[in-house]
């Protein structure tokens, strides 16, 4: 994971913050040593994503966290994955549960 963040960032514009996807809190570690400058929490517990949160308050500078992953558009589990301690909250039902509404416009 450190040659993959380095290469990001030798790559990448000097304004572009490198993401890491953990699923594990071992990847958490593994992420703040690599210099990550965000850390996204995938499909993770309540419990796990609070464990998380605090490892990365206690041993990165100021990393961002982002939760994502089976977070679904319930505003109880929102709320529970907020309280959490999480910078931002992904929600691919945004995009692939969204209702379509077909819109036409014909030309005579």
Known sequence: MAEAVAAARHYAPHLLKIEVECEMLD???T???AGADVIL???MT???MR???AVIREEGPRVLIEASGDIG???ERLAAVAATGVDFISLGALTHSAPNFNI???FA
Do not use: G, R
């Open 51 to 53: 464990q998380a949160v």
């Open 73 to 75: 558009t319930d505003v």
């Open 27 to 29: 990847e958490v570690h």
């Open 46 to 48: 309540l419990e796990q």
């Open 41 to 43: 929490l995938d499909n």
């Open 31 to 33: 992420a703040i040593a």
């Open 104 to 106: 036409s416009l014909e």
